[in-house]
């Protein structure tokens, strides 16, 4: 009889002893479960919601369309593309189409030597597209500092320094102009070393020949 509970103790030993390894094992084992799986995706519902938590955040992104507009006189013009003059000298061809807006023009179209008001969009490729074309009446072309006021929307290519430079690209080209603190009205930023690289931004910028001096400068994100 001794010798029967004896075994029965040294059997119910073991199998305390092997329930403790068993547990022991499992709460030292790495859980691998790191969301509920989505029918049909083989994607874990915390990674399916942060790719789409990164989806939505591309897509809601706000966005920005760049353009020049400003007064000149034609250079060139054919069916395709005109070449207008800009107020510093530089000269911007665009391409024409049914799209581009045309006011005011003699016949439907400006001549060489015309003084237009022209606005143009930047294409993908950097290359421009007239987006209006309109003829200048005698009354404004009297107002000598609108004539030479050209209005920038573009992208800053690096922060503004402690030199106020903005430097920016508009389609294929680029330009450089100084912030006055004086007489530049600084919208939308703090100051102007507030403004970083690759920053939206419009500006008003009136030229005296080729100097450019800028009267305003604001934030030039698409609303």
Not at 47 to 59: E, F, K, P
Not at 166 to 186: D, E, L, M, Q, R
Not at 205 to 218: A, K, L, R
Request: hydrophobic content about 35%; glycine content about 8%.
């Amino acid at each position: 009889m001794k010798q029967l509970l004896s075994g029965q103790a040294h059997l119910l030993k073991a199998c305390l002893a092997s329930l403790c390894c068993v547990a022991l094992f499992t709460a030292c084992s790495p859980s691998t479960t790191v969301g509920s799986q989505q029918p049909g995706t083989g994607q874990n519902s915390t990674s399916a919601n942060i790719t789409t938590n990164r989806q939505v955040a591309q897509v809601s992104g706000s966005s920005t369309t760049s353009s020049i507009e400003f007064y000149g006189k034609v250079q060139s013009i054919d069916a395709n593309n005109i070449t207008v003059h800009m107020p510093n000298g530089d000269a911007i061809t665009a391409a024409l189409s049914t799209l581009t807006k045309r006011e005011d023009l003699n016949a439907g179209e400006p001549t060489v030597g015309q003084l237009i008001e022209m606005k143009v969009i930047a294409n993908p490729d950097g290359t421009f597209l007239a987006k209006k074309l309109e003829g200048v009446k005698p009354e404004r072309q009297s107002n000598q500092a609108r004539m030479a006021t050209v209005d920038f929307k573009g992208t800053t290519t690096s922060a503004v320094g402690a030199d106020n430079v903005v430097h920016f690209k508009v389609g294929n080209k680029s330009y450089s102009f100084t912030i006055n603190p004086a007489t530049t009205w600084v919208k939308d930023f703090l100051n102007p070393q507030a403004i970083g690289a690759n920053q939206p931004v419009e500006l008003e910028v009136q030229f005296d020949g080729s100097n450019g001096t800028i009267i305003e400068i604001e934030n030039g994100i698409d609303d």
